[in-house]
């Protein structure tokens, strides 16, 4: 069974800082790499919303534009983690924050979405409070 299980979520204020892990393990992980990691977001009321995306090889990366320049993501393939640094965080950056694992094209369009994505995390929460 695959699990991605997410860590270093918190209650932080505005302007500051927190990383998030995303760990994978399982058999279908046992090679982690040839897999596109996404973060999502979520808050009460509202759909799912992409966070950040890389590519199998860390060589691409995809972000909103509500966290550019903001967040970064990265993955370390040895690890089977990926991160989500989060820096300058905002009060509407407050949400349930998943990670998702899946085999896609690497494409904008199609890497934001949910559907590509076959493994999913429970979610960690950030809180950012004003």
């Known amino acids: 069974q695959v699990q991605l299980v997410e860590s270093g979520g918190g209650l932080v204020q505005a302007g500051g800082s927190l990383r998030l892990s995303c760990a994978a393990s399982g058999p279908a992980f046992r090679i982690f790499s040839p897999y596109v990691m996404g973060w999502f977001r979520q808050t009460p009321g509202k759909e799912r919303e992409f966070v950040a995306a890389?590519?199998?090889?860390?060589?691409?990366?995809y972000y909103a534009d509500s966290v550019k320049g903001r967040f970064t993501i990265s993955r370390d393939n040895a690890k089977n983690t990926v991160y989500l640094q989060m820096i300058s965080l905002k009060s509407e950056d407050t949400a349930v924050y998943s990670c998702a694992a899946g085999q896609a094209p690497w494409t904008y369009a199609v890497v934001r979405t949910t559907g590509p994505y076959k493994y999913w995390g429970q979610g960690t929460q950030v809180t950012v409070s004003s």
């Open positions: 890389i590519s199998w090889n860390a060589g691409s990366t």
